[in-house]
């Protein structure tokens, strides 16, 4: 049958102070996701901040990689400064840098407009790499109007669409990019990402960017292309600038179906945080067949058994 479910991948090992020295002997660079791996909404995990200190140190390159698409890179290197971590804009990978950098890198034409259902990071992103973005935070409070003889007019000049996470979704700003991608010759559309759910605040989870791109996918019958994890996407880019083998990094996530997969697809190994999304049942459910080389509690467990 060819089928991956017949042989079920090998379980994945606790971390310990036997494999914390191997993986850190191994890996030259470390990839961590944000939301629900450093930080829960605005609150920072605990132990973050020396246990990234040490991985510095040691020589290991850090890479931030996020499907929250809400905050360009320069917003997340203010956001990590806030919170007392140093990193660089240069360090960071979010989905709305890999958005407008897939359409830098698929040469699209920078007279043509990006129609945004999403936050000022994807606008801002667009802008800096050459691009006109509309919509987004603009369109949060418009409303439509239900009544006879009413045409709701859109840009002909959009020649994309690009699905985040939108705290405010509404019916005008679906019916704007159901008409450009329905309407507008060649027009693209491109999901930043579609994780189900994100840890928007600290004590629980909110419907992710997944819910957005569903909802255009509903009312245009059409799949995006997505451009953040686990789609490979990001990683071919990381890999031009870095110089990195995968098989030298290492992706540190909470979630398996973004963060695990996304490091399997690229052949790195992989580290499953349990201070996330993903908790032990799902883990170890017999349905789960995504298992990450190793999975710990949180972050700091490297700290602490190196340091033990």
């Known amino acids: 049958m060819g089928d991956n479910k017949s042989t079920p991948p090998p379980p994945s090992q606790p ?14 660079c470390f990839l961590f996701d944000c939301d629900g791996v450093i930080w829960k909404g605005d609150t920072l995990i605990d132990g973050v901040p020396q246990t990234l200190e040490m991985l510095r140190t040691k020589g290991k390159k850090l890479v931030f990689v996020t499907n929250n698409s809400t905050k360009s890179r320069k917003q997340y290197a203010h956001k990590f400064q806030s919170l007392g971590i140093h990193v660089t804009q240069e360090e960071i990978f ?52 239900l009544k006879a003889n009413t045409l709701f007019e859109h840009d002909k000049s ?71 994890k686990p789609s490979t996407f990001l990683m071919d880019f990381l890999q031009k600038q870095y110089k990195i083998p995968t098989d030298k990094m290492c992706m540190v996530g909470d979630r398996l179906d973004t963060d695990i997969l996304f490091g399997q697809n690229a052949g790195c190994k992989t580290l499953l945080v349990l201070s996330g999304v993903t908790n032990m049942s799902t883990l170890q459910d017999p349905s789960n067949h995504i298992q990450p080389d190793i999975y710990t509690n949180q972050v700091s467990d490297i700290f602490d058994l190196l340091n033990s």
């Open 15 to 28: 971390l310990s102070l036997t494999n914390v020295n191997s993986l850190l002997d191994s890996v030259d």
């Open 94 to 145: 979010s989905s709305s840098f890999a958005a407008a950098m897939y359409l830098k890198v698929n040469e699209f034409p920078p007279e043509k407009k990006v129609y945004v259902i999403g936050g000022e990071g994807i606008i801002e992103e667009l802008k800096l790499a050459g691009f006109t973005g509309i919509g987004g935070p603009e369109d949060a409070k418009k409303t439509v109007q």
């Open 158 to 228: 959009v020649g994309a669409v690009i699905v985040g996470l939108d705290p405010h979704l509404n019916y005008y700003k679906l019916q704007y990019g159901t008409l450009c991608i329905r309407e507008n010759p060649g027009c693209i559309f491109i999901a930043t990402n579609r994780d189900a759910t994100g840890n928007m605040t600290d004590l629980q989870e909110w419907p992710g960017a997944g819910c957005m791109v569903a909802a255009i996918c509903g009312s245009t019958q059409k799949e995006p292309i997505t451009v953040g």
